[in-house]
C-alpha cells in the first residue's frame, strides 16, 4: 500500500523538484547541464526530454547545444553514459575512473584488455579521431583492422576506457571526438578542490539529499564524499528527515507541480534512497523485473504517482498513464499542461489518452 508522506518528507520532495529545475527552468541548455553537472543519459531518447524540460527548450536544442561543442555525452561516473557540460567532463571522469578500473579488472582481463592492448587501441582511435569526429562503427572498423577485436563487448569498454580517461567524447548520437580537439577550454581540477566542487554543485541542483546520496550518485567512496562535503558545508543549510541529515542550497522553497519525467531523470535515480519518492513502493514499480530499465514516471509534487508511456503517430504523440495514486481532479490541468509541453518539445502535439 503506498504510504502517506510526512510533513517533512513533502517538503523536502518539493524543495527536489525546485532545485532540479522543474519549477524554474534555467536559460539554456548549457546552463541547465552546468546548473545539474551530470544527467544520466544511456537512454539518448529519453535523455533528450529530460534536458530540454529543464531549461524550457526543445529536444533540438539539446542536439544543437552538442553539436555547437556545450555539452557532450560521456562516462563521467558509475561506468554509465551521462550529459555533461564540456568544460566539466575531464576532471568530473578523472574523479572517479580509478575505482571504476577496479571494478571492471576481472571483465577487462577476461577481454585481453590489459594495458598494452589499451595502448595499442588508444593509439588507434586517436589516428582516426585526428582528422575530426567519427561514428562508433568507423572506430570499430578501425580497431578490427588493426588487430584489436571488438566482439563480446571489448569494443566498447575500449571506447568507455578512452572516455572515462578523458581521451574521447561523444559529439552526438553516433559519432566520438577528441577531448583536447574538441573541448576547447577544460576545467582543471583534482584531489580535495575536486570532490569539495562536485560535493557542493550536487547538493545545491539535487538537494536537499544525503552523504550517501552523493557516494552513490558519483561512485566515491563515503569518506571521499564526507570530505567533499566538510569542504563546502558552510555553503550549505541542513534540514533532518527521519533522523537523518540532508543538505541543500540556503534560501530553498519547495515547488508543487505535475511533470512527466523520462526513464532514468535524475529526479527518481539521482538518490541511494527512493523509499520517500517512491512513498514507499517497490522499485520494481518503475523497474519491472528489476532489469535495470527505468520506466518514464509522472511525478506529483515530488514523488513518484505512476509511469506513463507515448506512442508516436504520424504527426502527433499520445500519452498513456498507469497512475497506481490516483491524480487528484484538481491536478487535471496541470498534467494536460506536462503533456502539452511534452509535445512541444518534440515539435508534435501531445495528447493525454
Known amino acids: 500500500m503506498v504510504r502517506r508522506l510526512t510533513a517533512d518528507e513533502r517538503r523536502l520532495l518539493g524543495m527536489r523538484v525546485r532545485a532540479q529545475l522543474l519549477a524554474e527552468p534555467a536559460a539554456s541548455v548549457a546552463d541547465a547541464i552546468g546548473w545539474m553537472l551530470s544527467m544520466q543519459g544511456q537512454d539518448r531518447f529519453g535523455s533528450l526530454w529530460a534536458v530540454a524540460q529543464r531549461a524550457d527548450a526543445t529536444v533540438a536544442d539539446v542536439e544543437a547545444s552538442q553539436a555547437r561543442g556545450e555539452i557532450v555525452r560521456s ?30 579488472a576481472t571483465r577487462m582481463r577476461s577481454l585481453e584488455l590489459d594495458e598494452a592492448a ?26 578490427v583492422a588493426a588487430g584489436q577485436p571488438v566482439h563480446a563487448q571489448r569494443g566498447p569498454h575500449i571506447l568507455g576506457w578512452l572516455a572515462r580517461h578523458g581521451h574521447v567524447v561523444m559529439v552526438s548520437r553516433t559519432d566520438y571526438a577528441l577531448h583536447d580537439a574538441w573541448v576547447a577550454a577544460p576545467r582543471t581540477l583534482d584531489g580535495d578542490e575536486a570532490l569539495a566542487e562536485v560535493a557542493g554543485r550536487y ?28 569542504a563546502v558545508r558552510g555553503e550549505l543549510d541542513a534540514m533532518v528527515v527521519d533522523g537523518v541529515e540532508h543538505l541543500h542550497a540556503p534560501g530553498l522553497e519547495p515547488a508543487e507541480g505535475v511533470h512527466l519525467v523520462a526513464p532514468f531523470d535524475e529526479l527518481v535515480l539521482g538518490y541511494r534512497d527512493r523509499e520517500v519518492p517512491l512513498r514507499g513502493e517497490p522499485l520494481e514499480r518503475i523497474v519491472p523485473g528489476s532489469n535495470g530499465m527505468f ?30 495514486v490516483p491524480i487528484p481532479a484538481r491536478r487535471e490541468p496541470a498534467l494536460r499542461r506536462a503533456v502539452r509541453a511534452y509535445g512541444v518539445a518534440h515539435g508534435a502535439t501531445a495528447t493525454l489518452r
Open 295 to 324: 520506466l518514464p514516471a509522472i511525478v506529483v509534487d515530488g514523488a513518484v504517482s505512476g509511469t506513463w508511456r507515448r506512442t508516436q503517430r504520424a504527426t502527433s504523440i499520445d500519452v498513456e498513464t498507469n497512475a497506481w
Open 118 to 143: 589499451i595502448s595499442r587501441s588508444r593509439a588507434v582511435v586517436e589516428r582516426i579521431l585526428a582528422d575530426g569526429p567519427a561514428s562508433r562503427q568507423t572506430l570499430l572498423d578501425a580497431l
Open 75 to 104: 562516462w563521467p561516473m558509475r561506468g554509465t553514459l551521462h550529459w555533461t557540460r564540456s568544460e566539466d567532463i575531464r576532471w568530473l571522469a578523472l574523479l572517479t575512473a580509478e575505482r571504476v578500473d577496479r571494478r571492471d
Open 203 to 230: 547538493l545545491a541542483s539535487h538537494g536537499p539529499a544525503t552523504v550517501h546520496d552523493l557516494a552513490w550518485w558519483t561512485g566515491l567512496t563515503i569518506a571521499d564524499a564526507r570530505r567533499g562535503i566538510d
